[in-house]
């Protein structure tokens, strides 16, 4: 048992020496020198865990994917409805802090070193593919939730299609996928924008940009 705990201590260890490396030198100073000596450990330490760059690079992505994937679920179970947990996991992927701002820099720099690697390319699209799904998925929600309440208060509506609660209309028009991704597209620009100079993109700025964006989604305005 202590002999396991070791080896899961020793792996912890170098998962989070890859990781903050990436996010405080680039993919360029992500070297295994770097790692080891973050670690605190030998460099064939790292090298019988991390064969080369590549296997470093791809363990930074997939720990990115896997905690940003954890928060959006805890965000999105904690919602009341579809729209405003659509907001939430929007929100939840934007560098309000320190340890989201590490991790906005980790997706720059893996996307950077993914130019020239087509292995890379594929785990970035496979990854930001599935936060798109998840937008189109509570996009869909969300639209479906609103034409239920449209139908329902129809004759409330004034002249100009805008309901007392001042709503844009019954929801956006468009396919749901081109939306989510315009929506996906936002946040990475955003994320990238705030990475790269976080005083002119404090946090209320970044939420009041995509409080923006996911409106235009959405097809309405969310109260608040």
Same mark, same amino acid.
Request: net charge negative; hydrophobic share 45%; with cysteine.
């Given at each position: 048992?202590?002999?396991?705990?070791?080896?899961?201590?020793?792996?912890?260890?170098?998962?989070?020496?890859?990781?903050?490396?990436?996010?405080?030198?680039?993919?360029?100073?992500?070297?295994?020198?770097?790692?080891?000596?973050?670690?605190?450990?030998?460099?064939?330490?790292?090298?019988?865990?991390?064969?080369?760059?590549?296997?470093?690079?791809?363990?930074?992505?997939?720990?990115?994917?896997?905690?940003?994937?954890?928060? /959006?679920?805890? =965000?999105?179970?904690? %919602?009341?409805?579809? !729209? *405003? $947990?659509?907001?939430? @996991?929007?929100?939840? +992927?934007?560098?309000?802090?320190?340890?989201?701002?590490?991790?906005?820099?980790?997706?720059?720099?893996?996307?950077?070193?993914?130019?020239?690697?087509?292995?890379?390319?594929?785990?970035?699209?496979?990854?930001?593919?599935?936060?798109?799904?998840?937008?189109?998925?509570?996009?869909?929600?969300?639209?479906?939730?609103?034409?239920?309440?449209?139908?329902?208060?129809?004759?409330?509506?004034?002249?100009?299609?805008?309901?007392?609660?001042?709503?844009?209309?019954?929801?956006? /028009?468009?396919? =749901?996928?081109?939306? %989510?991704?315009?929506? !996906? *597209? $936002?946040?990475?620009? @955003?994320?990238?924008? +705030?990475?790269?100079?976080?005083?002119?993109?404090?946090?209320?700025?970044?939420?009041?940009?995509?409080?923006?964006?996911?409106?235009?989604?959405?097809?309405?305005?969310?109260?608040?």
């Amino acid at each position: 048992m202590p002999r396991t705990r070791d080896a899961d201590a020793t792996r912890l260890r170098l998962s989070e020496a890859v990781f903050t490396t990436l996010a405080d030198r680039g993919p360029v100073g992500l070297t295994l020198r770097a790692v080891a000596e973050r670690a605190g450990c030998t460099t064939g330490l790292v090298l019988h865990t991390f064969p080369n760059k590549q296997a470093l690079l791809l363990h930074a992505r997939d720990v990115l994917h896997e905690r940003t994937r954890l928060r /959006a679920d805890r =965000v999105e179970s904690d %919602a009341s409805d579809p !729209a *405003a $947990a659509l907001r939430a @996991v929007v929100a939840a +992927a934007l560098p309000t802090d320190e340890a989201t701002l590490a991790e906005a820099r980790v997706w720059i720099g893996f996307l950077a070193a993914a130019l020239s690697d087509p292995v890379l390319v594929e785990r970035h699209a496979d990854n930001s593919g599935a936060f798109a799904d998840r937008l189109a998925r509570l996009l869909t929600a969300a639209d479906e939730v609103r034409a239920t309440e449209v139908d329902a208060t129809e004759s409330g509506a004034t002249e100009d299609g805008a309901s007392e609660d001042g709503a844009i209309g019954g929801g956006a /028009a468009g396919d =749901v996928t081109v939306r %989510a991704a315009a929506l !996906a *597209a $936002a946040v990475e620009g @955003v994320s990238s924008l +705030a990475a790269g100079d976080p005083e002119r993109w404090p946090p209320v700025r970044q939420r009041a940009v995509l409080d923006r964006a996911v409106s235009d989604a959405l097809g309405w305005r969310l109260p608040g």
